[in-house]
């Protein structure tokens, strides 16, 4: 499986978010606590969101401890929304099309989990694909198949009803080829407008996902803390795992559910998966 991190608010350097925490991403990718695999060495990948409505993404299939390339980027962008995967592949080969975050126009996706059976039921959701989207699909995982799907069930205009009706459509064919339990996934994706994150699994025992305590709250709970200074209220993370052991700053997003950060309030409701018509 993989660890990944989202974050939205202020513009903050990448290097804050993925370098200085006690528990970054980067320590993640060689010591994960809670991930399904300690180590996740099998490449990595930041996107993040500039000037324009188009996000940037660097990807390599090198560890992210190991790339220097990736330290000297960090140190030099500021971004209001930032991407970051560590992957750990659960069978499709390791190369760079097949590192998160997966971009189409102005969304990115990354997902940890998996589909069970994925070789068995690819066929079947791959010709689910959207004709004028297939061409688009560049690697061979069952993430960035889940996206493509996505899109293909209007990401852009629903994004939660785009991604229950994937889900949907998942278990259905899973269902159909007698694949038990197919649908393992936490996943965010974002316009660069908002961004939306997601928990669930089909046996109802989903990989590790949290959202940090709102700023002002964090400000007089901890106000010894530097970095909270540099932080807008609006600020808010997701992540795999709490980046820093640090008192009621980390809520576990709660199974079978889907939540929304935006500029204003956010919300956190139920996911139902909804599947295909008869």
């Not at 939205?8 to 978010?17: A, M, N, Q, T, W």
């Not at 790339?67 to 659960?90: I, P, W, Y």
């Not at 997966?102 to 997902?111: C, E, K, S, T, Y």
Request: with cysteine.
């Amino acid at each position: 499986m993989c660890r990944w991190m989202a974050y939205f608010g202020d513009p903050l350097p990448v290097e804050e978010l993925l370098f200085r925490p006690q528990h970054s991403l980067i320590d993640q990718s060689l010591h994960s606590r809670l991930g399904a695999t300690t180590t996740n060495g099998d490449g990595f990948g930041i996107g993040w969101y500039g000037d324009g409505p188009r996000p940037a993404v660097f990807k390599s299939i090198d560890p992210a401890w190991n790339d220097r390339n990736l330290r000297e980027l960090a140190g030099q962008v500021s971004t209001r929304l930032f991407f970051d995967h560590v992957r750990a592949s659960t069978g499709s080969a390791v190369q760079r099309s097949n590192c998160h975050p997966f971009r189409h126009d102005q969304w990115l996706w990354m997902h940890n989990g998996s589909i069970a059976d994925f070789g068995l039921l690819k066929r079947d959701l791959v010709l689910a694909i959207e004709p004028a989207l297939f061409s688009d699909l560049e690697g061979s995982t069952d993430s960035e198949t889940l996206f493509f799907l996505a899109l293909s069930f209007g990401l852009a205009e629903d994004p939660v009803r785009a991604v229950e009706r994937t889900v949907g459509l998942v278990e259905d064919v899973a269902a159909r080829h007698g694949v038990a339990d197919p649908v393992q996934m936490t996943v965010a994706t974002t316009d660069g407008s908002s961004m939306w994150c997601f928990r669930y699994s089909t046996a109802g025992r989903t990989r590790s996902l949290f959202y940090s305590t709102g700023v002002a709250e964090l400000r007089a709970l901890h106000p010894e803390l530097e970095v909270l200074r540099e932080l807008g209220d609006e600020s808010r993370l997701v992540v795999s795992e709490p980046l820093r052991d640090l008192p009621d700053a980390w809520h576990e997003v709660p199974e079978s559910s889907w939540g929304v950060v935006r500029p204003g309030a956010d919300d956190l409701q139920p996911f139902r998966p909804i599947r295909p018509a008869a």
